[in-house]
């Protein structure tokens, strides 16, 4: 007891909660500096244009599939492979895709991404021509391998260049503008593309208006790419990220990486849960022509209930950046959002055969809310159950599986639905989802990343033991 009466309370107290802004590694004399840059703005809204632009290309032709079946006369297994070719390409390259976002930074990735949307969309205005259907799936492939360096950036765009009560937000902006884009390709190929089945040079004209299009906006993206995106900032902007910086270069191998993230239990159930919720999604905007289409209803509408299911998903993005931003609540919200979207997925099944266009619009809504929302929900828990790997490799893994489910699903339900009927799709669907509730339940959730940023890691224990030795006699 006569040893513990020597103790200082307000020395220890200062020692062994150091502010935010002066956490120090074990055994550093000086605080890790930070800073936030307005330029992170400019980078978050270039990259999320022309991850929009990649978006609304893949789901072109899938919304108007009746249209480019006719214009080119060819099944509509083919034109489902125009949405398929985004998720076969990604599997494969997103190995050599995540190494080169290691090894050389964000800028070389973001102009790979950006210059081969952009050179995509100008091979597609070459095949304006009924006999030129292999020249737009040249194209679609072009645009599906940029897809592989765009779709794992948004945790590491929001990890490098935005502070800590602000990284989920930002991540979720940034799929926010893939989804945009996915919804721009529902509303706006239906209004340019006509259906004009007697006329077919008609047709080719107004598909060319909307392929010139595509092209002059990427191409304008790509400049801006070009000027404004940078590796990263000159201070990082947040403690995680500074420590992140001590370590030598020479000791992260990508090989190694991959191994400790594929022996991480929790990271591999999430792999598959995410990769279950995210390839329904992309099950479900690939068919939802020809559901719709069976329904009696024209593409016009198809495309209006695609647009409700993804903008109510932005809202949902955003909504659920933020309630992670405040909270930190990872596995919770991810499982009741989970939880929902099965439920959204049941209501949305049964009530398609109702015939009440209102009653879908709602339920297309309400089921986008809680399955787009999510997508942002996975990437952040991702990285923080990961770290301090990569954010570049775990967002990239989740989008592999989630590419692999996607293929699988689109084959098996567009199998359903053209045999049986929608309802025969979307119940086989429902069944994986309630899978994967099952799997994110089984999530240990361990948020390591928040953990350094507040002084929870092990470098604060470190701290401590060595405040209480150095005040006791």
Not at 230 to 258: F, H, K, M, N, W
Not at 284 to 309: K, P
Not at 316 to 339: E, F
Not at 342 to 352: A, K, P, R, S, Y
């Amino acid at each position: 007891m006569g040893r513990q009466d020597n103790i200082d309370p307000n020395a220890l107290e200062q020692q062994l909660f150091p502010s935010e802004g002066e956490a120090m590694l074990p055994g550093e004399q000086k605080p890790l500096e930070t800073k936030l840059y307005r330029r992170r703005f400019a980078v978050l809204t270039i990259f999320s244009l022309y991850s929009l632009v990649n978006a609304f290309q893949w789901i072109q032709y899938s919304i108007i599939t009746n249209i480019f079946k006719d214009y080119y006369n060819v099944s509509n297994v083919k034109i489902n492979w125009l949405s398929v070719v985004y998720m076969v390409a990604y599997v494969p390259l997103i190995f050599p895709a995540t190494w080169l976002l290691d090894k050389k930074g964000l800028r070389l990735t973001t102009l790979l991404g950006a210059g081969l949307n952009c050179i995509g969309a100008w091979v597609k205005c070459a095949s304006i021509g009924s006999d030129l259907f292999w020249v737009t799936m040249v194209a679609q492939t072009i645009c599906s391998v940029a897809q592989v360096f765009i779709l794992g950036l948004p945790s590491r765009i929001a990890s490098v260049w935005f502070g800590p009560r602000e990284v989920s937000t930002a991540c979720a902006t940034a799929v926010l503008g893939n989804q945009l884009g996915v919804a721009v390709g529902f509303l706006l190929p239906p209004v340019l593309v006509p259906n004009t089945p007697e006329d077919k040079v008609l047709m080719g004209h107004n598909i060319g208006i909307m392929f010139y299009g595509t092209a002059a906006v990427s191409t304008l993206l790509f400049i801006l790419t070009v000027i404004v995106i940078q590796d990263r900032p000159q201070l990082p902007p947040s403690q995680a990220q500074a420590v992140l910086l001590t370590g030598p270069a020479e000791d992260y191998s990508y090989s190694q990486s991959i191994v400790r993230l594929f022996k991480n239990k929790p990271f591999i159930l999430l792999l598959l849960s995410y990769g279950i919720m995210t390839g329904s999604f992309y099950s479900v905007s690939t068919l939802l022509n020809q559901m719709i289409i069976a329904h009696n209803h024209s593409e016009l509408n198809a495309g209006r209930i695609g647009l409700t299911l993804v903008v109510a998903g932005m809202v949902g993005s955003i909504l659920c950046g933020l309630w992670l931003d405040h909270t930190k609540a990872y596995k919770m919200t991810t499982l009741v959002v989970y939880i929902i979207s099965f439920i959204g997925m049941l209501v949305f099944t049964f009530t398609l055969d109702l015939g009440d266009l209102l009653v879908v619009f709602f339920t297309a809504g309400a089921l986008g809310f809680f399955m787009t929302g999510y997508l942002p929900i996975g990437f952040e828990f991702g990285v923080e159950i990961t770290y301090p790997e990569s954010e570049g490799t775990s967002s990239g893994l989740l989008n592999a599986f989630a590419q692999v489910f996607g293929v699988i699903f689109t084959l098996i339900q567009g199998k359903l639905t053209s045999d049986y009927n929608p309802q025969a799709g979307n119940l086989f669907l429902c069944a994986w989802i309630f899978l994967g509730i099952i799997l994110t339940a089984m999530i240990k959730s361990e948020l390591k990343r928040h953990g350094v940023n507040m002084g929870n890691s092990m470098g604060q224990e470190v701290r401590i033991v060595s405040a209480l030795l150095h005040l006791l006699p």
